[in-house]
Structures are given as C-alpha cells and as structure tokens.
C-alpha cells in the first residue's frame, strides 16, 4: 500500500494498524506521534500530551534531544552498520570506558553492548554463569526482567508477560521481596526471610546470581525498605554468589543518582543497563567487574546490532547531556517537587495507599480505602495516615484514573504486580512549569 503524502489523522491511522500488526503488540492510547521535545508529545491532530511515562523511562535526557540529534546525524552519514564483531569502531569502546566508569564500584571493569534490556539481563545471567559455574539464578516477587524466554522465566506476572509462552528455562529460583506498604518489615529481616528462602530451597553453593531492581519497576515501583540490598549483596559476595543490579530503569539518573544502586552504597558485581542509556536510540549493556566478565570465552559473547554505532553516537552524547545537564541533581528536584504534592494527596484521597519512589521514579498505590485485614501491623514508618498493610488493590480505579488523565492529555503509566499503581516517569528535563501543569491534571483526575 502505497503511503499518501498528506498526513493520516489518528483514527485512519489506526484503522490502518488494525489491518497489519499483530494485536499482541498493545498500545495504551490511539493518538499517533508526530513530533516530541523536552516533556511533551504531539499527535498528528495537533494534539499535545504532557509525557509522565518518557517511553518508559527511557528519553531522560527529553525527546529528540539536541545533542543527541546532531551525534546522531553526523554518525549515520559516516556508516550506519558495520558489526562491531567484523569491523570494529571507537564509539563501542567509548560507550564502554563510559559505562566503567559512571557504574557503582571503583574496581576494573569490562563492558558489552547490546540492543535491548531483555538482551542484557540474558546475557547478564550467561556470564555469571561462566564465572561461578553454577546454574542457579536467583530473582525476587515482583520482579521484571523482560519478555524473552529466559527473562520470562525471571519476570514474576503471569498476564500479560508470560501467559502461555513456556516452557520457561530452568533453574530460576523466586524468593519474597521486600515491599514494606505490603509486608511491614524492616529490610533486614525482609532479606533474612529471602536469604532463608534461598538456603532452604536452592542451597547458597548453588547460586550462580542474585538478580534484583534496586527499585522495581513494572512490578509496581516497590522501594525495597533500606538495608534489604546491602543485606543481600553481602550474602552474594560472603557465599560466592554474583549480585547482578538489574539497573534498566533505575538507571542513568532517574532516581537521583547515576544509578540506584549507589543510594545504599551497594556496588553490583554485574549491573544491566538500557532504556535511559541513549536517548531514545536502542542500546543496552552489561557491565561488571573485569575477571567476571572476562570468564567468557572469546567470541562467547555478541549479535549483530549489538552497540550499533548510532546507538553509541546517541549514548555518548546523551551522557555528555546528563553531565551538562546535571540530570541527577534534576531527578532530584523532580522529586522535592513532587513528592509532597503526592503526599497532600494521599491526605485528600483514602483510596491513595502509599506514595513511594526516589528521584523522577515516583508511585502512587490505589487501594480500597480501610480494606487491611483485621489484626493487620499499622505501618509507623512515614506513611500519612499509618496506612494499614495489606490494604486491597483496587485496579478498576487505577484504570478509571488513568483513562481520566489521558483525558486531560496527561500521558500517565500503570504498573504493578496487582495492577493498581500509578507511577510517574516525567522526562529529567522536564521545566517546573510543565511539572505543575502535569501535577495539576494529575489532582482533576483523581
Ligand atoms: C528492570 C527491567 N529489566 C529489563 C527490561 C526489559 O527491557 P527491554 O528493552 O524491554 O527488553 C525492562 C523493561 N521494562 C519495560 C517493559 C515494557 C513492556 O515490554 O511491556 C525493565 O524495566
């Protein structure tokens, strides 16, 4: 079909999609992009969004990015593909030398690049397999990981992730995960039950990894309660276990430090990036401490694309953005601006269960007001109204939010093993003036 000149309106657009993609692939709304910057998006009916969702914590340095832009111009009228295996350039060693030195941890390191996050987190689990020689891989309730079918496997929710795709591969392990709104308990003892769990069901000698979010994030934007990481860092280092940081969507920047995992001053032997690497561009990477990676095999380690040098145009200057910028210290002032407003509103709204996140990676919880099972532990720890546990959620409202907010033009994201969290993923450069404004059809939503 040949495409007309003039610009299609959503709806034909979307009459057209109906008849050539695959329904599996969803989108959440059926406006059709036509050009973004900085914070918002517009449709090709000249309607504008404020973008909460940046691609999925992905455009943190905003949408088309000037810097990112012109690398990536200058680098696609250079070449586009060579494969870095074949004919290998400098910007795959400079996203690498890049990545070893702004991931946590002041040892040698090594890097690979790959396409997507999924890619990574395989990959990830591959070399720490090779550099332990063991099989068992560790991951935690709520966790997502990806859509392949070992990061399936590692990936908790059943719908829509995983839902008739197994057989799974083997040898994956679920321990509990520390969400105090959910479970009450301090992060230490919230490890000790999980490092029970591993030591009972899979037997410490036989961990290859512990993979973990330090914020999970389709799982719900679960904050794991302060102690829980490091706690669980120690038992990987003390019984020879890899403590892989799946950094994804925490990562560069977003919740206030370059990545999340140096807020409690937890240093991964093997951290997973993508998403908010490039600016948009896909790139994913594992970086790790230089005698793990290195345990590969040459050549045991690779693809096509991986590092695509227009990815990697777009990563270095995406970092020189964040560096310019100073994207974390903004991450952080997101969240000086957005937390209390969050807060007031848990104050104005029962049906608000927890408010939680760090940096630009902030949730809201939606419960059904006073639902906590009778007995239940009364949080003390910061919550508003010492918010009762195990309050039950409440996704037709979560929905019924969303819909009024997408309404007002506002685009705003779910997530949650129960369906029943809205999270807030505004890209970094977003100005306070469009915060507000987005802050405000947040509170006409709810
Ligand atoms: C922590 C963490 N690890 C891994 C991944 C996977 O990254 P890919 O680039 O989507 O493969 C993610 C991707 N999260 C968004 C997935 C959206 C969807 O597919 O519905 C993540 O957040």
Known sequence: ?????????????????????????????????????????????????????????????????????????????????????????????????????????????????????????????????????????????????????????????????????????????????SYPFRDGLAGPDAAALAINTIEKQVGADQVAAVLIEPIQGEGGFVVPAPGFLPALAAWAKANGAMFVADEIQTGFCRTGDWFASTHEGVEPDIVTTAKGIAGGLPLAAVTGRAEVMDAVHVGGLGGTYGGNPIACAAALASIETMRELELAAAARRIESVMLPRLRELQQRHAFIGDVRGRGAMLAIEIVVPDSAAPGTITAERGYARGAPLGATPDPAKTAEIQRLAHQAGLLLLTCGTYGNVIRFLPPLVMDDATLDRALGLLESSL
């Open 1 to 177: 079909m040949s495409i007309s000149s003039e610009m299609h309106r959503s709806a034909d657009i979307h009459k057209r999609r109906s008849a050539a993609v695959a329904r599996g692939v969803s989108s959440m709304i059926q406006s059709y992009v036509d050009h973004a910057s900085g914070g918002t998006l517009s449709d090709v009916d000249g309607r504008e969004w404020i973008d909460m969702a940046a691609g999925i914590a992905v455009t943190n340095v905003g949408n088309a990015s000037p810097r990112v832009v012109a690398a990536v111009q200058a680098q696609v009228e250079r070449f586009t593909h060579t494969c870095f295996m074949i004919a290998p350039y400098e910007s795959y060693v400079a996203v690498c030398e890049q990545l070893n030195a702004l991931t946590p941890g002041s040892f040698e390191k090594r890097s690979a690049l790959f396409n997507s996050g999924a890619e990574a987190v395989e990959n990830a689990v591959k070399i720490a397999r090779h550099a332990t020689g063991r099989r068992a891989v560790v991951v935690f309730d709520h966790a997502y990981h990806g859509r392949t079918n070992l990061t399936m496997a590692l990936t908790a929710k059943d719908m829509p992730y995983k839902h008739g795709f197994g057989p799974f591969a083997g040898e994956i392990y679920r321990v509990p995960m």
